[in-house]
């Protein structure tokens, strides 16, 4: 990527407006986590049979990823981005009017789905906009929004949950789709994509083929990396339960 000239305009939003999308991302993410035990009182089951919805999220974050991912090579990476904001942030509403366990599952892995599909388009955005000699740094920035949305969604927990229960929080959930008509204000399409943009989805495919070797060594090595990350950030919550008073 190094060698592609980087978009110079507005960059700032295109990070604001990635770091943003990944910490909303995250914020519905952990609302389900933190949530667990009474969302199973409520559909009359264990948390262990709760645990599934997060299962299910995390499983079909990668079918995500290859569906926004390949939207995003072809038509740009703006529109994509948006219909996930908008995507994830109505499942989550639906997420909270879930009238039984069933479909409360049928939902979760939906929101995987969207889940899976902004980190990929929006950090590509980002990362296509600005310099790239800043490009280290910011990819880091722009992954702490994940921390950045489990901190939201604590702090949305303590002041919700106590006083009207988990699905309100749910509905706050819904907010970023906002962030969907600031992307489609301020944020202005990548050039990089549009000076390397494939002409069909045949050559598109041929692409990837080519670079099939390098797809399974990234995948293999952000498997390992976020093993430890992902595991503490589900399980800590849980075990401590019983001290913080979380549902």
């Known amino acids: 990527m190094d060698r592609l000239p980087q978009s110079p305009k507005r960059p700032f939003a295109a990070v604001l407006a990635g770091f943003l999308g990944w910490s909303l991302d995250a914020f519905d993410f952990f609302l389900v986590v933190m949530t667990?035990?009474?969302?199973?009182?409520?559909?009359?089951?264990?948390?262990?049979?709760?645990?599934?919805?997060?299962?299910?999220?995390?499983?079909?974050?990668?079918v995500g990823a290859l569906i926004f991912g390949l939207l995003a090579d072809r038509y740009g990476r703006r529109v994509p981005l948006m219909i996930d904001l908008v995507f994830y942030s109505l499942i989550e509403v639906l997420s909270g009017?879930?009238?039984?366990?069933?479909?409360?599952?049928?939902?979760?892995?939906?929101?995987?789905?969207?889940?899976?599909?902004?980190?990929?388009?929006?950090a590509s955005l980002t990362m296509e906009k600005v310099p790239a000699r800043f490009r280290g740094l910011l990819s880091g920035v722009l992954q702490e929004g994940y921390a950045?949305?489990?901190?939201?969604?604590a702090i949305a927990y303590q002041l919700v949950f106590p006083h009207w229960g988990w699905r309100p929080l749910f509905f706050i959930g819904g907010l970023p789709a906002l962030l969907a008509i600031f992307v489609r204000?301020?944020?202005?399409?990548?050039?990089?994509?549009?000076?390397?943009?494939?002409?069909s989805w045949k050559h598109l495919?041929?692409?990837?083929?080519?670079?099939?070797?390098?797809?399974?060594?990234?995948?293999?090595?952000?498997?390992?990396?976020n093993w430890c990350p992902m595991e503490r950030r589900i399980f800590t919550p849980r075990s401590c339960s019983g001290i913080a008073g979380w549902g």
Do not use: C
């Open 97 to 122: 009017l879930a009238p039984n366990y069933r479909t409360f599952l049928i939902l979760r892995a939906l929101f995987g789905i969207g889940m899976g599909g902004e980190w990929g388009v929006g």
């Open 205 to 225: 495919g041929r692409g990837l083929v080519a670079l099939w070797p390098t797809f399974f060594y990234f995948v293999a090595l952000m498997t390992r990396m």
């Open 36 to 62: 667990l035990t009474a969302i199973g009182k409520e559909f009359h089951k264990t948390d262990r049979e709760m645990a599934l919805a997060v299962t299910l999220t995390l499983a079909f974050r990668p």
């Open 148 to 153: 950045f949305g489990f901190l939201l969604a």
């Open 185 to 199: 204000m301020a944020v202005k399409e990548s050039e990089v994509w549009q000076k390397n943009k494939a002409d």
